[in-house]
């Protein structure tokens, strides 16, 4: 089993809908959490970062974590065509200094 | 600030030859490092470098991949000798020492046939 998991699409929605990208985890020593953003032939790009159970929210991006449930949620509001890339969560455990474990990624394409 | 930089862009080797990859960090990033990406999965870390010391290679496949990072600025990944399965993007990253987060470069994809 991996230690995190996530739907790797694809992910269809009209433009202007609300997405939710969504990870489990399987270890509870994960303690920071991460959206990246990578678009065709890019590298990742950090969205959001959190280390508390709750919300946090960026313009268009709310990131949620539960740590109870070791479920995390990123959603996006009011979908553009520019949002159509492969989403990644990634996790850091507390004490093991920088080292992300990934999901293996959502794919979302926003439709015009 | 300039990003992450990274040479070739793309590369394509038969098996068994080996190739290089370079990496140049944000200049003052303390820490990089090397991830490889497989087609449809997330990043995995092979090496992190704090400055010019190795902080974690656990997962780096010492038999036929090294890396180095000269002076503690520019970074290269060798493979040697290549297999199918090295085709992959290879990612480099840095960033400072704190859990918020680095910049990525746009990679190297490296095809082995």
Same mark, same amino acid.
């Given at each position: ?5 996530? /739907? ?7 433009? !202007? ?5 969504? =990870?489990?985890? &399987? +270890?509870?020593?994960?303690?920071? *959490?991460?959206?990246? @953003?990578?678009?065709?032939? %890019? ?6 970062? $959190? ?9 268009? *991006? $709310?990131?949620?974590?539960?740590? &109870?449930? %070791? ?14 890339? $492969?989403?990644? =969560? ?7 200094? /920088?080292?992300?474990? *990934?999901?293996?990624?959502? @794919? ?5 | ?21 370079? =990496?140049?960090?944000?200049? !003052? ?19 992190? *470098?704090?400055? +010019?010391?190795?902080? /974690? /290679? ?5 038999? @036929?991949?090294?890396?180095? @990072?000269? %002076? ?10 290549? %297999? ?7 990612? =480099? ?11 990525? !470069?746009?990679? $190297? ?5």
């Amino acid at each position: 089993q991996k230690e995190v998991e996530q /739907d790797p699409g694809p992910l269809s929605v009209p433009e !202007g809908a609300i997405v939710s990208l969504n =990870c489990t985890y &399987s +270890n509870s020593a994960f303690q920071y *959490f991460m959206w990246y @953003r990578q678009y065709s032939r %890019k590298g990742p790009e950090l969205l959001m970062y $959190t280390y508390s159970s709750g919300n946090k929210e960026d313009g268009r *991006f $709310t990131a949620q974590v539960d740590k &109870s449930s %070791k479920y995390i949620s990123l959603f996006i509001r009011d979908s553009q065509p520019s949002d159509s890339a $492969t989403y990644l =969560c990634a996790m850091i455990k507390g004490g093991s200094g /920088d080292k992300l474990t *990934f999901g293996t990624g959502t @794919r979302l394409a926003v439709r015009p | 600030e300039a990003g992450v930089a990274q040479s070739p862009r793309y590369k394509i080797i038969e098996k068994r030859q080996s190739v290089a990859f370079w =990496c140049n960090p944000i200049s !003052g990033h303390a820490t990089l490092y090397w991830y490889q990406q497989i087609l449809g999965q997330g990043p995995k870390l092979l090496i992190q *470098f704090q400055n +010019n010391g190795v902080v /974690d /290679d656990s997962q780096l496949p010492k038999d @036929r991949f090294s890396a180095e @990072r000269l %002076k503690g600025v520019d970074s290269t990944l060798k493979i040697q000798p290549a %297999k199918l399965e090295d085709s992959a993007v290879y990612l =480099c990253a840095s960033g400072p020492p704190t859990t918020s987060g680095y910049t990525f !470069g746009s990679g $190297t994809r490296l095809t082995v046939v």
